[in-house]
Nanobody
Framework: QVQLVESGGGLVQAGGSLRLSCAASGSYSIGWFRQAPGKEREFVAAISRSLGSTDYADSVKGRFTISRDNAKNTVYLQMNSLKPEDTAAYYC?????????????????WGQGTQVTVSS
């Protein structure tokens, strides 16, 4: 069974930074998604298991960076220049495929989520 544990969320002022972590029980392609109250879950970023290829939503490109430490089976999401519209619960998700996906249905296992709140 895949286990995913997110950490690193919190309250930050606009323009600030946070780093989220997703510790996995093995090596997987990982996606980060977020969901704000009353909105659908949306893709944020992903990194592939095999090549470490990355993909970003247009709304976070240039501000967020996804990376992985294979020795620790941990994926990070560095979030800079945060905006109030980035406020949401952030979830990491895992898939065994070598490549990542932008679709939430492409992931079979999900973490419990971590809250990110950006104040204006």
């Amino acid at each position: 069974q895949v286990q995913l544990v997110e950490s690193g969320g919190g309250l930050v002022q606009a323009g600030g930074s946070l780093r989220l972590s997703c510790a996995a029980s093995g090596s997987y392609s990982i996606g980060w998604f977020r969901q704000a109250p009353g909105k659908e879950r949306e893709f944020v970023a992903a990194i592939s298991r095999s090549l470490g290829s990355t993909d970003y939503a247009d709304s976070v490109k240039g501000r967020f960076t996804i990376s992985r430490d294979n020795a620790k089976n941990t994926v990070y999401l560095q979030m800079n220049s945060l905006k109030p519209e980035d406020t949401a619960a952030y979830y990491c998700a895992a898939r065994e495929s070598a490549g990542s996906s932008r679709r939430s249905s492409g992931y079979g296992d999900w973490g419990q989520g971590t809250q990110v709140t950006v104040s204006s």
